[in-house]
């Protein structure tokens, strides 16, 4: 889980840099902060079960399994990428881990994944289906439609909200009356648990629990997992709606220090042992952008190719 988180914030950080160099074009959301939402929920699903996402995926994809020489050549929109060049930062998509697509629609992951749970149900093959959105998408009309049919019909779905207190630059406060995010499940009689989003062995075990239940036909489970990102919305973010104060208080709650801190003490992890995990991943990285930049770009002709209305 550490090494995993930590090559999720090393790739992030890499297309922060090249996105300011001008290599990463279109608009980039990073998850800085959120690594533990992701492998958490991620590392408690079987291989070969369903996920969606959003914009802000790059973390949960990695979680999942994708190839990040791959996501990098995504990123820097070459044909070796994930989705051919062709999706960027917001469309990572790989069928192949159960990843059926990040998605640049607030709260469209949400009843895509319902679907991929109902098609599990009726195929009994046991799957579960996870949807991680956004704390902005619970007003959405979609994500009500699709937690009303998901509860109805018992559908092994998991909900999982990174609640990171905004909605892109809204406030929570100024969107939703409800003290707490996991309520909303309360009106469709689902059952709903909130946990740290920033203690990576909380949303694991949260969202064990919930595929165990849904696999055994007990229907959905609405997590809210509190976290918090560290950089702005996308980059270019004056971040005026929150103050240096608020941003540093949360670093000191960093998932990735928290559970290095954790490691240290219960499990007698070593500064070297960290070391060469931070190696590996820097070397993981490096090949990565190598890879992405020798990858060519998609023909023009293929310009229509892989598309379906």
């Not at 990073?30 to 996920?51: I, K, R, S």
Request: aromatic share 8%; with cysteine.
């Amino acid at each position: 889980m550490y090494e995993r988180m930590v090559l999720i914030r090393a790739f992030e950080e890499a297309c922060v840099q090249l996105y300011m160099e001008k290599e990463i074009r279109g608009s980039f959301h990073p998850c800085v902060g959120q690594e533990a939402t992701a492998v958490g929920a991620c590392f408690a699903l079987n291989p070969d079960d369903y996920m969606t996402c959003t914009y802000r995926g790059h973390g949960a994809c990695i979680a999942k399994g994708i190839d990040v020489n791959a996501a990098m050549a995504e990123m820097l929109g070459r044909r070796t990428g994930v989705s051919k060049g062709k999706g960027g930062s917001m469309h990572w998509t790989d069928p192949s881990i159960g990843l059926l697509g990040e998605n640049a629609i607030v709260a469209a992951g949400v009843p895509i994944a319902a679907g991929a749970a109902l098609s599990a149900q009726l195929d009994r093959n046991g799957r579960v289906a996870l949807t991680i959105f956004g704390d902005g998408a619970i007003n959405q009309g979609a994500f009500h439609e699709a937690l009303n049919i998901a509860q109805l019909w018992k559908l092994p779905l998991i909900l999982l909200c990174e609640n990171n207190l905004y909605a892109e630059m809204t406030p929570l406060a100024k969107s939703n009356p409800l003290a707490q995010v996991a309520d909303r499940a309360k009106g469709y009689n689902m059952r709903a648990v909130v946990v740290d989003g920033n203690d990576v062995c909380a949303v694991y075990d949260a969202v064990r629990e919930a595929a165990r239940l849904a696999r055994a036909g007990e229907g959905p489970t609405f997590i809210e997992a509190r976290t918090y990102r560290l950089l702005g919305h996308m980059i270019g973010d004056s971040e005026s709606y929150r103050t240096k104060e608020e941003v540093a208080a949360w670093r000191e709650r960093d998932p990735i220090k928290r559970l290095r801190a954790h490691l240290a003490q219960a499990e007698g992890v070593t500064d070297a042992e960290f070391d060469a995990i931070h190696a590996r991943v820097q070397q993981q990285i490096e090949d990565a952008v190598k890879f992405a930049r020798e990858s060519p770009y998609p023909d023009p002709e293929e310009a229509y190719t892989d598309f379906w209305i």
